[in-house]
């Protein structure tokens, strides 16, 4: 069992270009997260979906897409990268439908916009 | 609204004990959850509390205080391999958490 897998592992990207950042989890998870990591800050939530078929935006939503057809996936899409979105993304799930539940995180995937 | 604090950095001795501290200021409480973050890694669960007192868990122990809006993650008997950061998280009124910055911990031989 993998958990959850995030694809890719690192990206550089030219600013203006479009990038999917995908995430996978086999444990049957109702809800997923994105969040964002920068040196100082907490994480933050960029989207999440309590369950297959609805999204929610969360504390920096701008900038960023998400679409959640099935439960194991969970893409998060940059329509046009700027370099303010370098940063580490990290996947999550959770058993439950909402951040009350314990959540596991995928190994992360590192952008650097330039 | 909502804000957690910790200390930026701490520094301890193999085999010492350490406190790591959280404050928070929610508009409700539905638990509080530490985690540990080695670098270049992913965040994993360490413990959950949602009623006051202490909670243990073989070397790390984990405490609550929902009056004073504080926690605290002790670790004891400290290894090389606690170094790492430890993030303190609370859900919202929306029961999305919110993360506080989290605290390294450098731990010297």
């Known amino acids: 069992i993998a958990g959850i897998t995030q694809a890719p592992t690192s990206q550089i990207l030219a600013a203006g270009r479009r990038m999917t950042l995908r995430c996978t989890q086999d444990m049957r998870h109702n809800a997923m997260y994105w969040y964002r990591q920068d040196l100082g800050l907490g994480l933050r939530l960029i989207h999440y979906s309590n369950t297959a078929g609805t999204t929610g935006k969360g504390e920096v939503p701008d900038g960023y897409s998400v679409s959640r057809a099935n439960t194991d996936d969970f893409p998060l899409t940059l329509a046009s990268a700027v370099p303010s979105q370098t940063s580490v993304y990290f996947c999550a799930s959770s058993d439950g439908q909402g951040g009350a539940d314990t959540q596991y995180f995928g190994p992360g995937t590192r952008l650097t916009v330039l | 609204g909502q804000n957690i604090d910790q200390p930026t950095e701490m520094t301890a001795t193999e085999g010492a004990i350490v406190q790591i501290n959280c404050t928070y200021q929610t508009s409700g409480f539905n638990g509080l959850f530490w985690y540990q973050q080695h670098a270049g890694e992913a965040p994993t669960f360490l413990s959950y509390n949602v009623l006051d007192g202490l909670e243990e868990k073989g070397r790390f122990s984990s405490f609550l205080s929902r009056s004073k809006g504080y926690s605290y993650l002790l670790l004891k008997e400290l290894q090389m391999k606690d170094s790492a950061s430890y993030l303190c998280?609370?859900?919202?009124?929306?029961?999305?958490?919110?993360w506080g910055a989290g605290t390294k911990l450098i731990i010297k031989p």
């Open positions: 998280a609370v859900p919202d009124s929306n029961y999305q958490l919110i």
